[in-house]
């Protein structure tokens, strides 16, 4: 389990996060949303530790800030939104970077080294025939699926030593088609559903709902809700947090999908709309 | 009297195995270091044990086709034993350190002659190179020869009035690289019967532009280089703080080789010569 | 070039690590050959070959011939391998840390302390107290070097590091900085400097193996070893950061402690370096990059080929700037400007696309 009580961060003066609680299971795809600015990237960045925060994050049991990196790289991977790189490595020199840190780690840990190798994850993010290339040579969304790649290397088995293993996604599809959008968010529903941690700052509210067992609205810095999907996406809530007329909608086959309110749908573009 | 005469004979004692072993051993394969040096080695006849030179060593012509071991402070201590020298003669200041330590590890023997900016240090310079070589004699011919034209060249200069003399060893971004006190080029001005325009420090120093106004220099002294394109006249005395000068009114430039005017060697009688007369067909 | 053309273009399973090792082989093979040909060349007739077998027929080797093998040539082969060694090598910790293929040692402050330092001792040297002249004799050149260089590595270090974290961005502005103040008290050390500590100043700017003697490789040689052997330690942590601070982190690595390391052990080595050769250039730039482009960034490859590619570098320069005009020497910092410039420039105008990605 992951846990954080009373988060609040702060840049120089300005309060981003106001005495956050957060908490995810192992098991569960648990989803960060809220408007542009509101600080779910600020509330992801506070969980992972890199920034400085006031508060306790304990991940398995312990506080993260007595942990030191490479205890805490072999409990978890993190996917930031966008990684640039200094030198030109080919998308297996990068994606062996994982596979370095979940080697070590797993070695410091007694036991178990992963089975798995470099090309069999870059299949697992559709990239099959892209190992030999520059990755600075590939597009943004290509990017983004080889960083998965190497951080699914790090964490690739859900469960290690009887102890969850957890993976941190910030908008982990924002640059991707609806067909790798929904391969990628296919693969941390099954790393949750083999007994892993998910959590993901999201920004699609639908693929939300399609895969997320548990949903913490951010709005403002403050935490405006956190529970199961029908707790947190209802009209109110989403209209509040994201001023806008928002209308939850749910069909027996499909689950629950969103539109924008037809009939206020000049509304819907007015940011500043009164609560 | 006594002391010092017992102190000297003494002195002489411990001197003379090590003269003998020379007079023995004579040494024929040197290392000359230094323009100065390499002049009077050839004014003693004694140039046929050179077997390599420094690059300052370009008189006579000659010197020219030894091997060229480098720059005085920078010299290559493998280098010099590729021409298999038994003596090295160098100017004061001669380095690195550590290449110095290696050739005499290698059972070089290194001579410094000191160096000075005066006739007395021309002389003591030719005794010294003429003692290493094993041939006082000739240094003492020598000596009075050149004792005889320095005091030759310098009793023409008197009557000459102080003109004051601005030595410029470079013009660097319109920067005047001016000679100061304790300088070879202080001194031959001296010598010739001028007065260095500029006081107040020692060496060569860049000038800033009051101070070369200050000067008052009535004539401008450099070395003539070849292929000197950037400083003629013209060129100089677009200079401001130089246009301002005496000397720029009277487009007063003396240029000289370098070796020969700054060299303090044998040739130096004739350096003042060439340096007084033209001092004093300038303006008069 | 061909060959070099095609290794450019990465394996076709991105792996290059196979041709990295054949790479470290072959660089051994030719750092072994120019060790050799270092020992063997030389302006005067010494030879090597025959007082190897006078030696092993139990013949005397005449004293000159000992001075040249053995006095002036070995340690300079040493200390061209160490000096080329660390020069490279800090210079491949240097870009992986800032995450700039543009970064030198310098960047960490030490070029500009040291050869501050350098300028201090060669124009006041003359002021110090006999005591402490007598004791160093030529060591206070590089004592005054390594100590400039290690004290504005320091300061730099301090002034970039707030609440236990280093940026790297302010460690370079104020490198900038630092350079720009000891740029200051350098010209007026050269302002004051008499015509002989001119020419000193210049040549030393302009590098020497020259005075390499077996005291001066055994006292700088513990550092620049020291140096070579943490290197590999540090691979892993730049193969990290290359994704930024915050990901290399993620992955396990001790981001704070490594760049710690990192600059302490570029400082010690460069410093050092710098101490015994004065200012040579290009090496830390043109050799990592030259790697870079042949088999990839992977520093477990790239540092160790860069120590070993910077060592063969330093002797062919020396061996260049030993021959060329004998009996006289060129600096070699000329020898290593002349070829590595051009070279690089090369490089570079072959290499565009590959660096704008």
Known sequence: MLSATNITVSYGQNRILHHIDFTAQAGEFTAIVGPNGSGKTTLMRALTGEVPYTGKVILNGTNIARQKPWELAVQRGVLPQATSLAFPFTVTEVVRLGLNAGLSASLNSGGHSNQISVPQALERVGLGGFAGRYYQELSGGEQQRVQLARVLLQVWEPILNDTPRWLFLDEPVSSLDIGHQLLVMQIARDFADAGGGVIAVMHDLNLTAMFANNIALISQGHLAGQGAPAAILTDDMLSDAYHCNLRVNTSPDQGTFLLPHAASFGAAISPGAPR | ?284 | MAVLTQNFIPAHTGDRSHRAHLLMLLLCGVLVIACIANLAIGASGASLWKALSDLATGQDISLRDKVVLWDIRAPRVLMACLVGASLAVSGAIMQGLFRNPLADPGIVGVSAGAGLGAIVAIVLGGFLPAVITQHLGYYIVPAAAFLGGWASTLLLYRVATRKGRTSVATMLLAGIALGALSGAISGVMIYIADDAQLRDLTFWSMGSLAGATWSKVLTSAPLMLLALFVSPFLARSLNGLALGEAAANHIGIPVQRMKNIAIMTVAAATGAAVAVSGGIGFVGIVVPHVLRLLVGPDHKYLLINSAILGAVMLLVADAISRVIIAPAELPIGIITATIGGPFFLWILLRQRGLLDM
């Open chain 2, 1 to 284: 009297m006594t002391r010092f005469f017992r102190t000297w004979a003494a002195a002489a004692c411990f001197a003379l195995p090590a003269l003998s072993t020379q007079a023995d051993e004579p040494t024929n394969r040197i290392v000359s270091v230094g323009g100065a040096i390499t002049e009077i080695i050839y004014a003693l006849g004694e140039q046929d044990r050179l077997v390599a030179r420094d690059i300052t060593s370009n008189y006579p012509p000659e010197a020219l086709e030894l091997p060229d071991v480098g720059y005085i402070r920078r010299l290559s201590p493998e280098g010099i034993l590729s021409v298999n020298p038994d003596l090295i003669i160098a100017e004061e200041g001669s380095g690195p350190p550590e290449a110095v330590d290696l050739l005499k590890e290698a059972a070089i023997n290194i001579v410094e002659i000191p160096d000075g900016f005066t006739s007395d240090a021309v002389i003591a310079k030719i005794h010294a190179v003429a003692e290493t070589l094993g041939v006082p004699d000739k240094g003492d011919v020598l000596a009075v020869d050149v004792a005889e034209q320095m005091r030759q060249a310098v009793a023409r200069t008197t009557g000459i009035q102080n003109k004051k003399v601005l030595f410029i060893l470079s013009m660097q971004g319109g920067r005047v690289m001016a000679s100061g006190q304790n300088t070879a080029a202080d001194g031959i001005i001296t010598l010739a019967g001028g007065e260095n325009a500029v006081q107040g420090f020692d060496g060569y120093k860049p000038l800033t532009d009051e101070a070369i106004t200050e000067s008052g220099a009535e004539v401008i002294l450099m070395m003539r280089r070849k292929g000197d394109h950037g400083l003629d006249d013209a060129t100089l005395f677009t200079h401001p703080a130089l246009s301002v000068l005496p000397a720029a009114q009277t487009r007063s430039v003396v240029r000289m080789d370098g070796m020969l005017l700054l060299g303090f060697s044998v040739r130096t009688a004739q350096a003042v010569t060439d340096l007084s007369t033209a001092l004093a067909q300038i303006g008069g």
